[in-house]
């Protein structure tokens, strides 16, 4: 029979390895048991449909509990493909061996959606693997308004979002909307220091990105690695949780001399519980603020008036910080006599 072109079932299999499962434009396989596709199957009908614009695949459960999957992609040779027309990648509760394969094979410079509920370690530990799913990623923060970063030892996770939140739908293909997003989850377990530091520099952060932590139970460890990721270059910053504070304020104090002219940072606001945070962190935290804006910002003379070049432009960018009052309080004199403003969260 002729060729299928768009692939949308659920809770059925199929032959795997036929020949019509080319030249598709469009896969959704949702809620599938017993025998899954091997990946020699899933890479032959990917390797065939260049003009695929839609992959998404939840819920399957393999009936040897992904047994053969796994030995498969121990002895798999990746051989990436490119899609120049997919746009969004879900993967929801499949086997951990699919997703290391499809996160390893894909590129899509064009790809605005990427959704996958559990990031395999072993993907990371692979650079070049590492680089293709870094890819999908950039590829979609391309496209989303604000990227959130967020931490907690009790999530069991490292989420990337985007916002406003993205989900992923049960529409029938015909009816579903391309909608920008990211919602990423990479597993803390076992998870190294080196491993999330070395992929989070690898990522092109938008002008609006949000960093969240609880407070109780972070693993420092794995949480220092966030110092791998140059905050100053992100024009918009919301931090919220004081260790994500603390960490993010080390690393503007200690801004170069040679990169202070690549910072980028104009909105910084942060948000805490001011009744659980210590005398010694605010002062650690002011120091490091005020050594950040003595680096980077214009100074006021006596006047009230920025300072400007020769060419009468404000020698650096305004800076607006946003924080609560015990902090504004203890900020206002020392930023007195420079061009930043200062503002109580409300």
Not at 141 to 155: D, N, Q, R, V, W
Request: aromatic share 8%.
């Amino acid at each position: 029979g002729r060729n299928i072109r768009y692939l949308d079932i659920t809770n059925i299999a199929v032959p795997w390895s036929s020949t019509r499962l080319r030249g598709l434009r469009a896969i959704q396989i949702q809620e599938i048991t017993g025998v899954l596709p091997s990946l020699g199957e899933l890479y032959a009908a990917l390797a065939s449909s260049p003009e695929l614009w839609w992959l998404q695949l939840s819920s399957w459960i393999p009936s040897d509990d992904g047994g053969a999957l796994l030995s498969e992609i121990q002895n798999i040779q990746i051989r990436p493909i490119t899609f120049s027309f997919l746009t969004t990648i879900v993967l929801h509760q499949i086997p951990a061996a699919v997703t290391q394969f499809l996160l390893s094979t894909i590129t899509a410079p064009a790809c605005e959606c990427v959704i996958v509920q559990e990031v395999p370690l072993p993907l990371l530990n692979n650079p070049a693997s590492a680089g293709t799913f870094v890819g999908l990623i950039n590829s979609a923060l391309k496209a989303i308004p604000t990227f959130l970063l967020e931490y907690g030892k009790y999530l069991g996770v490292i989420g990337m979002l985007s916002q406003p939140r993205t989900t992923r739908t049960n529409d029938w293909i015909y009816n579903v909307h391309e909608k920008p997003g990211l919602d990423v989850h990479i597993p803390i377990k076992s998870l190294t220091g080196a491993q999330l530091g070395s992929f989070l520099s690898l990522l092109n952060l938008p002008d609006d990105v949000g960093l969240w932590t609880d407070i109780d139970g972070v693993d420092w460890e794995l949480f220092g690695s966030l110092l791998s990721v140059g905050w100053y270059r992100v024009p918009k910053l919301k931090v919220s949780g004081t260790p994500a504070l603390r960490t993010v304020c080390e690393q503007l104090a200690n801004i170069p001399a040679s990169t202070a002219c690549q910072n980028r940072l104009q909105s910084f606001t942060s948000t805490f519980d001011q009744d659980n945070v210590v005398s010694d962190e605010l002062d650690s935290i002011t120091r490091n603020i005020v050594t950040y804006v003595e680096k980077t910002c214009a100074r006021r003379d006596k006047g009230r008036e920025v300072q400007r070049s020769s060419r009468g432009e404000p020698e650096h960018a305004k800076l607006e910080i946003t924080t609560p009052r015990i902090l504004v309080q203890r900020l206002r004199e020392p930023l007195q006599d420079w061009d930043v403003e200062l503002s109580e969260l409300s």
